[in-house]
């Protein structure tokens, strides 16, 4: 008969279930390891995206006269930057959006090219971005806030009284502007270009180019995080189920073939399921947000002739900026009941083809949330010195109001 003490036999020999013991401990001492730090890197890339780097700010008087400083802000928000280009006689007014780390120095040459043919434009940065305030970026979810403002502003203008307003964006650009014309009847017309279908797409496909990192547990722990240091719902960001809200309101979708960011599916995607009037432009050879690169004058060309037809007088569509019945200046339309919403959740509902791998990566993601005390989740983001404002309900631009005062919103 053997003897055991403590996982050994009297002549000190290992006995099998001790060593069994000691593997399944090892084990899971590395698997909480790997936890922690997966945890620990998504929070740091989150701290570090959601906060994108700032470009020089180039005054007004530096370029030419036809450009004017303006500046306007949220009632409850940061104040925003931009610059408003106004032709002699403006026969109508189109709001630009730059893409995420960008601001609207970038796009002054089709600024400038749009005034040329007779139309006024507002560029600006979006909170966080150039000259704006603001410390964190939300991706698209309270940047259509922002396009909100910028339509506010131009409703004031007296010169547009009676024009029609359209919205052209860029990447997350884009993406705004599709959910704030789902909401905010005042826009007649939008020209989305390199937009998303969904963030948590553009979320799994940049964190594979930049960091080389897997879509599981990445992907969704990094909007988590983004989601707490923001205080917004950016993992409810999902164009694909607003822009059917545009009809019948045009849209034109602009795309690049080479896209290595966005796939050009995702634009594929949202021409179908938009309502129409539609437009898809494919641009061959060009890579991520690259397409006025790419084309310049046929860039120009195809937004003047797009937006020409959209807000021609006769067009048919919403009331004109300033006119009378119309919707009331400086309020959103709310969004329809559950139109881009997912009740506050973290994840993005898989679609299409990613049925399977979008369920997996949010079950496995709701484990490793579950299995960490919210104490702790906290104190991670936390650490970085920022705070979060506001709650992920207070993100939307359902109710908000601008105040205009002046030459101004207040």
């Given at each position: 008969m053997r003897t055991t003490i403590a996982g050994r036999d009297v002549a000190g020999r290992r006995t099998q279930p001790g060593w069994r013991r000691r593997v399944l401990v090892g084990l899971g001492v590395l698997a909480a390891g790997a936890g922690a730090l997966a945890v620990a890197a998504s929070a740091a890339l989150a701290h570090v995206i959601t906060a994108p780097r700032r470009l020089r700010a180039i005054a007004a008087r530096e370029i030419d006269r036809t450009v004017e400083a303006v500046a306007f802000r949220l009632d409850d928000g940061p104040t925003l930057h931009g610059w408003y280009l106004r032709p002699p006689d403006p026969r109508d007014?189109?709001?630009?959006?730059?893409?995420?780390?960008?601001?609207?120095?970038?796009?002054?040459?089709?600024?400038?090219?749009?005034?040329?043919?007779?139309?006024?434009?507002?560029?600006?940065?979006?909170?966080?971005?150039?000259?704006?305030?603001?410390?964190?970026?939300?991706?698209?979810?309270?940047?259509?806030?922002?396009?909100?403002?910028?339509?506010?502003?131009?409703?004031?203008?007296?010169?547009?009284?009676?024009?029609?307003?359209?919205?052209?964006?860029?990447?997350?650009?884009?993406?705004?502007?599709?959910?704030?014309?789902?909401?905010?009847?005042?826009?007649?017309?939008?020209?989305?270009?390199?937009?998303?279908?969904?963030?948590?797409?553009?979320?799994?496909?940049?964190?594979?180019?930049?960091?080389?990192?897997?879509?599981?547990?990445?992907?969704?722990?990094?909007?988590?995080?983004?989601?707490?240091?923001?205080?917004?719902?950016?993992?409810?960001?999902?164009?694909?189920?607003?822009?059917?809200?545009?009809?019948?309101?045009?849209?034109?979708?602009?795309?690049?073939?080479?896209?290595?960011?966005?796939?050009?599916?995702?634009?594929?995607?949202?021409?179908?399921?938009?309502?129409?009037?539609?437009?898809?432009?494919?641009?061959?050879?060009?890579?991520?947000?690259?397409?006025?690169?790419?084309?310049?004058?046929?860039?120009?060309?195809?937004?003047?002739?797009?937006?020409?037809?959209?807000?021609?007088?006769?067009a048919a569509g919403p009331a004109t900026l300033g006119a009378a019945g119309g919707p009331r200046a400086g309020v959103a339309t709310p969004p329809a009941a559950g139109a881009g919403e997912t009740g506050g959740k973290a994840m993005i509902a898989p679609t299409g083809a990613d049925d399977g791998a979008g369920l997996a990566v949010e079950m496995v993601t709701r484990a490793l949330l579950a299995l960490l005390p919210r104490a702790l989740v906290r104190a991670v983001t936390a650490g970085f010195g920022d705070r979060a404002t506001g709650s992920a309900a207070a993100g939307g631009a359902g109710g908000r109001a601008w105040r205009v005062s002046g030459g101004e919103i207040a």
């Open positions: 007014a189109i709001v630009i959006g730059h893409g995420f780390a960008m601001s609207r120095h970038e796009l002054l040459d089709l600024a400038q090219g749009l005034r040329a043919r007779g139309h006024a434009v507002l560029l600006f940065d979006f909170r966080a971005h150039g000259a704006s305030e603001g410390d964190r970026s939300t991706f698209g979810y309270r940047e259509a806030d922002d396009l909100g403002a910028a339509v506010t502003f131009l409703a004031a203008r007296p010169e547009l009284a009676g024009r029609r307003l359209g919205v052209a964006g860029i990447s997350m650009g884009a993406a705004a502007a599709i959910l704030v014309a789902a909401r905010d009847r005042r826009i007649a017309a939008v020209c989305a270009d390199s937009a998303f279908a969904t963030l948590r797409g553009v979320a799994v496909s940049g964190l594979r180019l930049f960091y080389r990192l897997p879509a599981i547990p990445f992907a969704p722990l990094t909007v988590r995080f983004g989601e707490l240091l923001t205080g917004a719902s950016i993992g409810a960001t999902r164009p694909i189920d607003a822009i059917a809200a545009l009809a019948p309101r045009p849209v034109l979708i602009v795309h690049n073939a080479e896209d290595w960011l966005i796939p050009v599916a995702d634009a594929h995607a949202l021409y179908a399921a938009a309502g129409g009037p539609k437009e898809l432009w494919i641009v061959p050879d060009a890579g991520h947000a690259a397409a006025f690169l790419a084309a310049r004058e046929e860039y120009v060309r195809r937004l003047d002739d797009f937006f020409t037809r959209a807000l021609a007088a006769g």
